[in-house]
């Protein structure tokens, strides 16, 4: 359980069931948040957004060659993480060549992308 001085989020109280593994994964730098302290646990996640978390968590090299017919609208610091992870299977795109950077995670591509990451 970690400590909960470690809830580095001004939105994310103690009491909150998510709390703990908040702290632990920002203590990991797997998560940052939004800047300015903000975490935003209400709010949905983006396809890059969520592509970042699972390459931190796996700590995968960077490197790869992205064949996305939308990567010029993956935003600077999500690319790297994009990139790899297509490059090694984790991730795919939505049909038609695009990956849809900023599009939402649905539930069942999140499910996805945590069974390619666990397997």
């Known amino acids: 359980k970690a400590s909960g001085d470690a809830v580095a989020f001004t939105d994310v109280s103690e009491s909150d069931w998510f709390a703990d593994d908040v702290a632990i994964l ?5 998560i940052k948040g939004m800047g300015d302290g903000i975490f ?8 890059q957004d969520a592509a970042l978390i699972i390459f931190r968590a796996l700590e995968l ?3 790869g060659v992205s064949s996305f017919t939308d990567e010029a609208e993956i935003s600077d610091y999500a690319k790297n993480a994009v990139v790899a992870l297509s490059t090694r299977g984790y991730i795919s795109g939505v049909g038609n060549g695009a990956f849809a950077p900023k599009s939402l995670l649905t539930r069942a591509q999140a499910a996805q992308l945590i069974y390619n ?3």
């Open 61 to 63: 090299p960077e490197g």
């Open 117 to 119: 990451a666990i397997r």
């Open 26 to 30: 920002s203590s990991s730098h797997i």
């Open 40 to 47: 935003a646990p209400n709010s949905f996640i983006t396809r």
